[in-house]
Antibody
Framework: QVQLVQSGAEVKKPGASVKVSCKAS????????ISWVRQAPGQGLEWMGW????????NYAQKLQGRVTMTTDTSTSTAYMELRSLRSDDTAVYYC??????????????WGQGTLVTVSS | DIVMTQSPDSLAVSLGERATINCKSS????????????LAWYQQKPGQPPKLLIY???TRESGVPDRFSGSGSGTDFTLTISSLQAEDVAVYYC?????????FGPGTKVDIK
């Protein structure tokens, strides 16, 4: 069955960077893309961006441009999301989700379990 | 950006009764070339990731009980739970994937009355 397994919780200081991984199994990794979605405590869902596993194309939310980088390692079927210059309002659960192969315009039919990133001095 | 709104913010329904959640987009999410609405619904229970229920506004994801149904077109959409079960207590989100940034509604919390 399709599974997305994310790395564990992180605690970071303001200004630091975090890199979250998302290991896929149960399907052909290059046939879909991966989006990242975050959820601040008690809040709703915020789309952060998307990467095509097929060709490496990315599409990032404008508010995160310059701070976020999404990459993949097809040899291990793993996607990564790095967020830099962390602020307290980046504290959230970060999810990876399976989406479109060529374009980000597709629903998310499988989600990782989530990674809590806490930014605190 | 397309802004998604949902109503109500929360609702409490008796077991076996119907629950209806509304979602409105600030612009149409109907793509004329394929006549499909780029609208999905998700269910999220506490401590869990969201779970896909509906895509293309009305197509039920495999394995989702048929008491869940989606309807609507253009800018106005509805998720209906025809007979509420205890396991349906959750927050429900609509999402547009018509363009980027993909955006979600603020969520509707469903409880048992």
């Amino acid at each position: 069955q399709v599974q997305l397994v994310q790395s564990g919780a992180e605690v970071k200081k303001p200004g630091a960077s975090v890199k979250v991984s998302c290991k896929a199994s149960g399907y052909t990794f290059t046939s879909y893309g991966i989006s990242w979605v975050r959820q601040a405590p008690g809040q709703g869902l915020e789309w952060m961006g998307w990467i095509s596993i097929y060709n490496g194309n990315t599409n990032y939310a404008q508010k995160l441009q310059g701070r976020v980088t999404m990459t993949t390692d097809t040899s291990t079927s793993t996607a990564y999301m790095e967020l830099r210059s962390l602020r307290s309002d980046d504290t959230a659960v970060y999810y990876c989700a399976r989406g479109g192969q060529y374009y980000p315009t597709r629903w998310f039919d499988s989600w990782g379990q989530g990674t809590l990133v806490t930014v605190s001095s | 950006d397309i802004v998604m709104t949902q109503s109500p913010d929360s609702l409490a329904v008796s077991l076996g009764e119907r629950a209806t959640i509304n979602c409105k987009s600030s612009q149409s999410v109907l793509y004329s070339s394929n006549n499909k609405n780029f609208l999905a619904w998700y269910q999220q229970k506490p401590g869990q990731p969201p779970k896909l229920l509906i895509y293309w506004a009305s197509t039920r994801e495999s394995g989702v009980p048929d008491r869940f149904s989606g309807s609507g077109s253009g800018t106005d959409f509805t998720l209906t739970i025809s007979s509420l079960q205890a396991e349906d207590v959750a927050v429900y989100y609509c999402q547009q994937y018509y363009n980027t940034p993909q955006t979600f509604g603020p969520g509707t919390k469903v409880d048992i009355k």
